[in-house]
């Protein structure tokens, strides 16, 4: 499955933005699709995933109560909603699937598919 990340932009500190990943087909895998982002400093960390097929969520803490996913099944779409945003969110921001969450180290993604991704820049 391919999958397309959107509705990334600039914004200042404390606004929000909505991305958007859109699946070519649906497959069991787009109840594994999850949220991983890429800072300037280059270190790749989960963000956000669905836990399970029911809508268990998963989030990395420093997003906890600003961040949070939802999905659309009839529009084959997972979306991001993020608020108050912070500058350290800058990052680009990948959807990709099927990730797992490993106790003792997040989520994980082990293939080598990322996609473009989407950027996301806050200013301060």
């Known amino acids: 499955v391919q999958l397309q990340a959107s509705g990334g932009g600039w914004v200042q500190s404390g606004g929000s933005l909505r991305l958007s990943c859109v699946a070519s087909?649906?497959?069991?895998?787009?109840?594994?699709i999850g949220w991983f982002r890429q800072g300037p400093g280059g270190k790749r960390e989960g963000v956000s995933c669905?836990?399970?097929?029911?809508?268990?969520?998963y989030y990395i803490d420093s997003v906890k109560g600003r961040f949070t996913i939802s999905r659309d099944k009839s529009k084959k779409t997972v979306y991001l909603q993020m608020n108050n945003l912070k500058p350290e969110d800058t990052a680009r921001y990948y959807c990709?699937?099927?990730?797992?969450?490993?106790?003792?180290?997040?989520?994980?993604?082990?293939?080598?598919?990322w996609g473009r991704g989407t950027q996301v820049t806050v200013s301060s």
């Open positions: 087909e649906f497959t069991p895998n787009f109840y594994r």
């Open positions: 669905f836990t399970d097929n029911d809508d268990s969520t």
């Open positions: 990709v699937t099927p990730v797992e969450i490993v106790p003792g180290r997040g989520l994980i993604y082990e293939y080598d598919w």
